[in-house]
């Protein structure tokens, strides 16, 4: 097997090896975005997200809480892992371009 071909396949390899972690990861964050509304003059954050039709919202504190810090943590790791994900995608096509290719050469 000529080596090009073979770092490629590796690459590819190891391209889906990531994806799959960073499935995973997305799978143990909660879903949904964050929300401030405004209630009787005081601001409470809340998580939204849809079921079927329908948006739920879940409660998680008041802004500079404990709660809120940490729901702001998840999402940000939440939309890491899913731009890190979205970019693997784009370069395991990529790669599979790079292959089919060299394989037609």
């Given at each position: 097997m000529p080596i090009f071909k073979g770092v490629m396949e590796e690459e590819l390899e190891r391209n889906l090896r990531k994806q799959e972690a960073f499935?995973?990861?997305l799978s143990a964050h909660p879903k949904g975005y964050l929300s401030i509304c405004r209630i009787g003059g005081v601001d409470y954050i809340y998580r939204k997200h849809r079921e079927g039709k329908k948006i739920v919202s879940v409660y998680i504190g008041v802004p500079g809480s404990a709660e809120a810090h940490k729901a702001e943590e998840e999402?940000?790791?939440y939309l890491l892992a899913k731009k890190s994900l979205s970019e693997?995608?784009?370069?395991?096509?990529r790669l599979r371009r790079a292959i089919k290719d060299y394989a037609g050469i």
């Open positions: 499935k995973a990861e999402r940000d790791a693997l995608r784009r370069e395991e096509k």
